[in-house]
């Protein structure tokens, strides 16, 4: 067995054990939406100060306002009731660190993890991979304020999305924990009334 699954379980059943949160509704209590990068120094609990039910967070590679990140936030309007959202990035995102061809290389040399030195991402070794990664958007930044500009841009122009809906753009900062507003997102976002 993994060392590592072992430990989820116990955390799990340590988190079961005092379990008292069963009874939470399922609209979001405060009635918002993050989007933001899968990130593992990011901890929106803590830099937005939630608690369990309190807001979605969806969450993926970059925090991109992809179709399916789009497709979860017109769910939780329109069935769960969120009313404000906020576009979230972050400095030293690992999206800045290649661009779709990069990727796709990659993935057609090998399928086994990279590494990324001081040119970029790398194979270890090249053991052949697949194609495929050559079809798919990737969705990498380039320049990280303007990512949260096209992004809120993005959902706002987005035919499915109620025009009422603030949408707010940040850049969190790993290195001090603050959430940056970056103003022409959050101009971009501005309820069309």
């Known amino acids: 067995m993994s060392q590592i699954k072992t430990e989820v379980e116990s955390a799990n059943a340590a988190y079961a054990g005092s379990f008292d949160k069963g009874d939470l509704a399922l609209p979001p209590a405060r009635g918002f939406l993050i989007l933001t990068c899968m990130d593992a120094r990011l901890d929106p609990a803590k830099y937005a100060g939630l608690a369990e039910g309190d807001a979605h967070v969806v969450r993926n590679a970059g925090g991109r306002a992809s179709d ?8 939780s309007h329109k069935l769960l009731g969120t009313r404000e959202w906020f576009v979230i990035h972050h400095t030293d995102c690992g999206m800045l660190f290649f661009d779709d061809d990069t990727m796709g290389n990659l993935l057609a040399g090998s399928l086994e993890t990279a590494e990324l030195t001081d040119e970029g991402f790398r194979n270890a070794s090249e053991p052949g991979g697949s ?6 958007k990737w969705h990498c930044i380039k ?16 035919p499915l999305v109620n025009p009422a809906i603030p949408i707010y753009g ?24």
Do not use: C, N, W
């Open 68 to 75: 399916d990140a789009i497709r979860s936030m017109v769910i």
């Open 131 to 136: 194609p495929e990664g050559h079809f798919i």
């Open 143 to 158: 320049e990280q304020e303007q990512s949260v500009v096209e992004d809120v841009q993005r959902i706002r122009a987005h």
């Open 170 to 193: 940040y850049v969190y900062d790993v290195k001090t924990g603050k959430l940056i507003e970056v103003e022409a997102a959050t101009d971009a976002g501005q309820p069309v009334l």
